[in-house]
C-alpha cells in the first residue's frame, strides 16, 4: 500500500501577511505605471523598430576593426578581472570585522560601510571616479571594485559567521593562535563558496564592464557608445557581437569552474 504523503507545514498569519503585501505591491506597479502597451506593438512602432535594427546588419568585419574590437575586448576583461581581484582583498578584509571577529564595536559601522558601497551602482562609481582618475579603464576598474567590495563583504561576512565554529574553538583550547586557529578551521569552512561567489561576481561584472564605456570608463562600452553617437550602426554592431562572445565565453568558464569546485 502506497503510504500517504504528509501533510505540509501550516503556514504562519506573518507568511501570509507578507504574500498579500507582495501581490498588493504588485497590482499597485501595474496600476501606477504608464504602461503603453498598445504603443509598443503598434505598427509605427514595430516598422521603426524593424528599420533601426536593419542598419546593424551587416557587421563590420574588416581586418583593422576587429583587432580594435579585439584590443578593447582584452581591455573589458582585464578590467573585470582586475576589479573582482580587488575586491576580493577589500571584501575579505571587512568581512571579518563585519562577521563579528572584532566583537560587536566594529560589527555594525563595517556592515554599514559595505551597504552604503554596494548601493551605489557602478555606473555612479565610475561617474564619480572618472572626476579623480580620468578617462580610461583605471576608472572603471577601481568602479568595479568599490561596488563589488560591497556585495562579496556582505556575503563573505555571512558565511564566516555561519560556519561552525566547534573546530576553531578546539584548536583554540589546544594553545593555537586566534589567527591561526581562523585559517586552519573556519576559512576552509567558507571557502569553497566563496571562490563561487566570487566567481559569479566575476560574471557580473564582466557585464558592467562592457556598460561602464558608456560614462568613458574603457573597453567595449566606450567603443559602443563613441559610434553610437556617430550612427555607426555596423561597427556598433560588430562591438555589440564582441560583447555577446566575451559575456559567453565567461559564463561558460565560469560555470564549469564552479562545478569543479562544488563536486
Not at 501606477?32 to 504603443?39: I, K, N
Not at 523598430?49 to 574590437?69: M, V
Not at 562600452?221 to 565567461?250: C, D, E, P, R, W
Request: net charge positive; proline share 6%; charged share 10%.
Amino acid at each position: 500500500m502506497r503510504r500517504a504523503m504528509p501533510a505540509p507545514p501550516p503556514r504562519s498569519y506573518s507568511t501570509w501577511l507578507l504574500m498579500a503585501a507582495l501581490a498588493a505591491l504588485a497590482a499597485a506597479s501595474f496600476y501606477s505605471l504608464p504602461l503603453e502597451w498598445a504603443a509598443l506593438f503598434s505598427e509605427d512602432a514595430v516598422r521603426s523598430s524593424a528599420e533601426f535594427l536593419a542598419g546593424f546588419a551587416p557587421p563590420d568585419t574588416t581586418q583593422p576593426f576587429l583587432l580594435k574590437c579585439l584590443g578593447a575586448t582584452l581591455e573589458t576583461l582585464s578590467m573585470s578581472a582586475l576589479g573582482t581581484l580587488l575586491a576580493v582583498a577589500g571584501g575579505l578584509a571587512l568581512a571579518l570585522p563585519a562577521g563579528g571577529r572584532f566583537g560587536n564595536v566594529l560589527r555594525w559601522p563595517t556592515r554599514g560601510l559595505l551597504n552604503v558601497l554596494r548601493s551605489i551602482p557602478e555606473l555612479v562609481w565610475a561617474s564619480l571616479l572618472l572626476v579623480a582618475a580620468g578617462l580610461g579603464p583605471f576608472a572603471g576598474t577601481l568602479a568595479l571594485a568599490m561596488h563589488t567590495v560591497g556585495v562579496l563583504g556582505r556575503l563573505f561576512a555571512d558565511l564566516l559567521e555561519n560556519t561552525e565554529p566547534q573546530p576553531e574553538r578546539a584548536l583554540r583550547a589546544n594553545g593555537a593562535a586566534p589567527m591561526a586557529a581562523f585559517l586552519y578551521a573556519t576559512l576552509p569552512q567558507a571557502l569553497p563558496q566563496m571562490l563561487s561567489y566570487t566567481l559569479y561576481r566575476w560574471e557580473n561584472n564582466i557585464r558592467a564592464a562592457a556598460v561602464l564605456g558608456v560614462v568613458g570608463a574603457g573597453g567595449l562600452g566606450q567603443m559602443l557608445k563613441y559610434h553610437l553617437s556617430l550612427f555607426q550602426m555596423q561597427q556598433a554592431a560588430t562591438v555589440i557581437v564582441a560583447m555577446l562572445l566575451l559575456v559567453g565565453l565567461v559564463d561558460a568558464a565560469s560555470y564549469a569552474l564552479r562545478r569543479a569546485l562544488t563536486r
